[in-house]
């Protein structure tokens, strides 16, 4: 079976929320919200963006976990922090440039988004993508994600979809496209 990833057109988001409900659907989510959708600029434009782990090839989070509580999947999802190893420092969620795992007080444990691992490991697109009805998110493979690559300049060797951006922790396992929403750009539907 071909590696399938996680695309996000961050310009298609209309924040409808459906990828928010179907996160909380996901087997062994405990009906948390493990992704976000977020306004770009409320007091300007309705433009919203959908943010969630991005998987990190090298993450800051597992890195920085003194119990070795974050796992990395053979399928190179980074896990939420397994339950018997999670000692409660929280410095996964300082570590995260950005910003994504969330710690519950209650359980003294972090969380985040896992790609619906349950789903993912047998090639079960995540939750939100499934339901995403703009195609914001998408479950795809890795040719299909060249032919989408192919349609934006390169830069440099690396895809930039409108604008040369340094990534905050190296490379990542979910690949974003960002046009038009930092160059304010407003998209004609």
């Given at each position: 079976?071909?590696?399938?990833?996680?695309?996000?057109?961050?310009?298609?988001?209309?924040?409808?929320?459906?990828?928010?409900?179907?996160?909380?659907?996901?087997?062994?989510?405990?009906?948390?919200?493990?992704?976000?959708?977020?306004?770009?600029?409320?007091?300007?434009?309705?433009?919203?963006?959908?943010?969630?782990?991005?998987?990190?090839?090298?993450?800051?989070?597992?890195?920085?976990?003194?119990?070795?509580?974050?796992?990395?999947?053979?399928?190179?999802?980074?896990?939420?922090?397994?339950?018997?190893?999670?000692?409660?420092?929280?410095?996964?969620?300082?570590?995260?440039?950005y910003?994504?795992p969330?710690?519950?007080?209650?359980?003294?444990?972090?969380?985040?988004?896992?790609?619906?691992?349950?789903?993912?490991?047998?090639?079960?697109?995540?939750?939100?993508?499934?339901?995403?009805?703009?195609?914001?998110?998408?479950?795809?493979?890795?040719?299909?994600?060249?032919?989408?690559?192919?349609?934006?300049?390169?830069?440099?060797?690396?895809?930039?979809?409108?604008?040369?951006?340094?990534?905050?922790?190296?490379e990542?396992?979910?690949?974003?496209?960002?046009?038009?929403?930092?160059?304010?750009?407003?998209?004609?539907?």
């Amino acid at each position: 079976m071909a590696k399938q990833l996680l695309y996000i057109e961050m310009d298609n988001c209309i924040g409808c929320r459906s990828c928010l409900a179907a996160c909380t659907q996901c087997g062994g989510h405990d009906s948390r919200n493990r992704n976000y959708v977020m306004d770009v600029d409320p007091m300007q434009t309705r433009q919203t963006i959908p943010l969630m782990c991005l998987h990190c090839v090298n993450p800051a989070c597992a890195r920085s976990c003194p119990a070795q509580a974050i796992q990395i999947a053979d399928t190179s999802a980074v896990l939420s922090a397994l339950v018997e190893k999670c000692i409660g420092c929280q410095n996964c969620t300082i570590a995260c440039p950005y910003g994504i795992p969330k710690f519950d007080q209650e359980q003294n444990l972090m969380y985040k988004c896992d790609l619906c691992y349950d789903r993912t490991k047998d090639g079960i697109p995540p939750m939100c993508a499934s339901v995403c009805p703009t195609n914001t998110l998408q479950w795809l493979t890795e040719s299909e994600l060249a032919e989408k690559q192919s349609a934006h300049r390169l830069a440099g060797g690396k895809w930039i979809a409108s604008q040369s951006l340094e990534p905050l922790e190296s490379e990542t396992n979910v690949k974003i496209s960002l046009p038009g929403i930092l160059q304010g750009v407003q998209k004609l539907f």
